[in-house]
C-alpha cells in the first residue's frame, strides 16, 4: 500500500540555519503530495503542496520539490526561526483517492 | 468561518464504556474526513464523507466505531465498548469539492480510556 517516510526527529537549530527535512514516498500511480505543520495545541495546517512531477511547493519561506526519480517531497527552509517550532508531517493523496497518507512526523525544535 | 470545530476538546472515559464526537465542518464543506493520530505517530484515516454518503471506510474503523453525517452537515463518531487501545487523538478535516480545495483540520478530540 501507499506509504510516506520521513526522518525522525527532534530536529534541533539555531534561529537562521538552514532547515532540511527528508521525506520519501511509495505509492502506486501519481500521488499529490503534501507538507503539513501542527503548532502547539493547534490543528494540522496545509503548509504547502504539490500535484505532479517537479512542481514545487512554497509558502512562508518553506520550498519542496517533487521528485518522481527519487520519490522524494524533502522540505527545506533558507532561515528558520523560532516561531517555526512545530511538528511537520508529509503527507500523500493518490489518484482517486480522497484520504491523506502521512509520514509519522518530525519535530523541529529552533533555539534563540 | 470559524473552522472545523470538534467538541468535546477532551474526553476521559472508562474502559468499556461507549463515547460519541462530534464534528463540525466549515459552513458549506461537503466532504467530512475523520482521522486518528496516537502518540507519535501521523494521522490515520478512519472515514469520509460526501454529503451525508460514507464513501469509504478504513479497516481500522472496526465493528465498534460507527460514523454518521445524517443531514450532510455535522458529524458523529461513536466509539462503543472502548477499549485502552482506542486512546488518541481523533481529527476531523472537512474539505469543498467545487474549489478542490484540500482538507482544513480540526484541533481533534484527546480520549483517554482509563
Known amino acids: 500500500g501507499d506509504s510516506v517516510t520521513q526522518m525522525e526527529g527532534p530536529v534541533t537549530l539555531s534561529e537562521e540555519a538552514f532547515l532540511t527535512i527528508n521525506c520519501t514516498y511509495t505509492a502506486t500511480g501519481y500521488p499529490s503530495l503534501f507538507w503539513y505543520v501542527q503548532y502547539p495545541g493547534e490543528g494540522l495546517q496545509l503548509l504547502l503542496k504539490?500535484?505532479?512531477?517537479?512542481d514545487k511547493g512554497s509558502n512562508k519561506g518553506f520550498e519542496a520539490t517533487y521528485r518522481k526519480e527519487t520519490t522524494s517531497f524533502h522540505l527545506e527552509k533558507g532561515s528558520v526561526q523560532v516561531s517555526d517550532s512545530a511538528v511537520y508531517f508529509c503527507a500523500l493523496r493518490n489518484t482517486g483517492f480522497q484520504k491523506l497518507v502521512f509520514g509519522t512526523g518530525t519535530r523541529l525544535l529552533v533555539s534563540p | 468561518d470559524t473552522g472545523v470545530s470538534q467538541d468535546p476538546r477532551h474526553k476521559i472515559t472508562k474502559r468499556g464504556q461507549n463515547v460519541t464526537f462530534r464534528c463540525d465542518p466549515i459552513s458549506e464543506h461537503n466532504r467530512l474526513y475523520w482521522y486518528r493520530q496516537t502518540l507519535g505517530q501521523g494521522p490515520e484515516f478512519l472515514t469520509y464523507?460526501?454529503?451525508?454518503?460514507?464513501?469509504?471506510k478504513s479497516r481500522l474503523l472496526s465493528d465498534r466505531f460507527s460514523a454518521e453525517r445524517p443531514k450532510g452537515s455535522f458529524s458523529t463518531l461513536e466509539i462503543q465498548r472502548t477499549e485502552q487501545g482506542d486512546s488518541a487523538m481523533y481529527l476531523c478535516?472537512?474539505?469543498?469539492?467545487?474549489?478542490?480545495?484540500?482538507?482544513?483540520f480540526g484541533q481533534g478530540t484527546r480520549l483517554t480510556v482509563v
Open positions: 464523507f460526501q454529503n451525508e454518503a460514507q464513501l469509504e
Open positions: 504539490a500535484t505532479k512531477a517537479d
Open positions: 478535516a472537512s474539505s469543498i469539492i467545487s474549489k478542490n480545495t484540500e482538507a482544513f
